[in-house]
């Protein structure tokens, strides 16, 4: 989607220096991540879910972290969105370009 849409992100993926937390997808131009994204297949998240956005965001405040899953309904946990996964999809496309 990123080469499709011409964006200049890039993907990555972050993990503490000791490798305790991580986060699946970052999105980021040049350096600075802009989008950070952690995959759930399940309803109900919980904070050890966000355990990774939690601490990314400790790094990089600015960042818009998501979190998302099959839930059924957006709502927002400690600063990180929560998203059913067809939003979250729109939303990047439209972010996108």
């Known amino acids: 989607m990123i080469s499709y849409k011409h964006s200049e992100m890039t993907l990555h993926y972050w993990r503490t220096h000791r ?37 990314l965001k400790k790094e990089y405040p600015s960042v818009k972290a998501f979190c998302v899953c099959e839930t059924s309904a957006p709502y927002e946990f400690e600063g990180i969105d929560v998203l059913p996964w067809r939003e979250f999809l729109e939303f990047i496309d439209r972010a996108l370009t």
Request: hydrophobic share 40%.
């Open 19 to 55: 490798g305790e937390h991580e986060v699946d997808l970052i999105l980021a131009k040049g350096k600075t991540p802009v989008f950070a994204i952690e995959i759930k297949s399940k309803r109900k998240i919980s904070k050890s879910d966000m355990r990774g956005l939690l601490e």
